[in-house]
Structures are given as C-alpha cells and as structure tokens.
C-alpha cells in the first residue's frame, strides 16, 4: 500500500499499475483485495514456481493455492483487475532442464482453472483482453 501512496503522490494514474509477484508478497488475500480497489492490476506471474521462496516471510502458495486464489478474486468481482502469467528466469524452468517450460500456463493452468469453474470467457479476458488494455500506450 506504501508503493501505491508514492505513486499517487507522484501522479500515476493507479488504473495502469500492474502489481507482479503478487503470490510472493501479499499473503493475505484481502490485502489483494485492496490494492485491486485502489484501481491497480494484480498479476499472478509464478505460475510453476512449487518451491519455497527464501525472501518471503510467509509460504508462497503453490499452482492449486494461487488457481484458488484467483477463482476468489474472480468471485468477489475483480475479474477486470487479474493478469496471468509465468516466469521462465532460469534455465531449471525449460522443459529441458525439467521445468514446466513455456507452455505451463496454457498446457496445465488453463485446464485445472476450468475444472474449478472459471469459465472461458473469465479466461480470456486474464489472458487477452486485461493485458490488451493495460499494455496498450493511450494517445499522446
């Protein structure tokens, strides 16, 4: 919320923030909640990541935790505030290494989210039509 206060001293406009490594920082997800009242996005990036994260002072969730985490946000109506995303910055996540590789978040996220009950069109607006409109410049 401190970074959020700086950036609305400064004059951002909160509505083009885009808050990443959310799972690794916030732990609670009314604290989420919040900073998605605030006019900011939110992005769930560590997919894959199933390991402890030593800079953390809490347990990042794992895949299950953070599918669940986004289906609550969804429910509580901050569909418009959600990216979905995954980190590829080490070698050990490329398939060849024995990580999830590129194509995790399509191959196996997308699939357990629709047995939780986050429908298609829930989906494609995380994937397509949130970064669509966050990372489109508007005219100058």
Known sequence: MEILEVLEEEGADLERVIMCHIERTVSQLESVEKIAERGCSIAYDMFGYEMYYPYSRFDVPNDAGRIN????????????????SHDIDMKIRLTKYGGYGYGHL????????RLKGITDAQI??????????LLTFPDL
Do not use: A, C, S
């Not at 985490?69 to 979905?84: A, E, F, P, S, T």
């Not at 399509?106 to 989210?113: E, G, S």
């Not at 494609?124 to 409109?133: C, G």
């Open 69 to 84: 985490q986004v289906k609550r946000l969804i429910d509580d109506g901050y569909l418009d505030k959600i990216l979905l």
């Open 124 to 133: 494609d607006q995380m994937l397509i039509e949130n970064p669509m409109r």
């Open 106 to 113: 399509l191959n196996n996220i997308i699939p357990r989210m």
